[in-house]
Nanobody, 118 residues
Framework: QVQLVESGGGLVQAGGSLRLSCAAS????????MGWYRQAPGKQRELVAR???????NYADSVKGRFTISRNRARNAVYLQMNTLDPVDTAVYYC????????????WGQGIQVTVSS
């Protein structure tokens, strides 16, 4: 089993920054890829950013140039640095992991609230 725990969310003014952290524990050797998703009220969950082997990354168009995903394998952690935040970024952010052999992200954190005020 793999467990993911997010931290670092909260309330920030528009234009500000936050850094989300996700700590993985358990059978971490089974983790292949990791990423961040978000879900705003009344909307579907959407991909924000993901990181692959060799540190290759992929971002949603809406966050390119503002958000940066990174991974610290030694600490079994993945981070999301969010800059120039906008009220449209307000959502519950979820850390996700795709285990070896899985077709998609199959392990999820509990989610953490990010609120950007105007």
């Amino acid at each position: 089993q793999v467990q993911l725990v997010e931290s670092g969310g909260g309330l920030v003014q528009a234009g500000g920054s936050l850094r989300l952290s996700c700590a993985a524990s358990g059978s971490i050797f089974s983790i292949n890829f990791m990423g961040w998703y978000r879900q705003a009220p009344g909307k579907q969950r959407e991909l924000v950013a993901r990181i692959f082997d060799g540190e290759r990354t992929n971002y949603a168009d809406s966050v390119k140039g503002r958000f940066t995903i990174s991974r610290n394998r030694a600490r079994n952690a993945v981070y999301l640095q969010m800059n120039t935040l906008d009220p449209v970024d307000t959502a519950v952010y979820y850390c996700a992991a795709q285990r070896v052999g899985a077709a998609s992200y199959d392990v999820w954190g509990q989610g953490i609230q990010v609120t950007v005020s105007s």
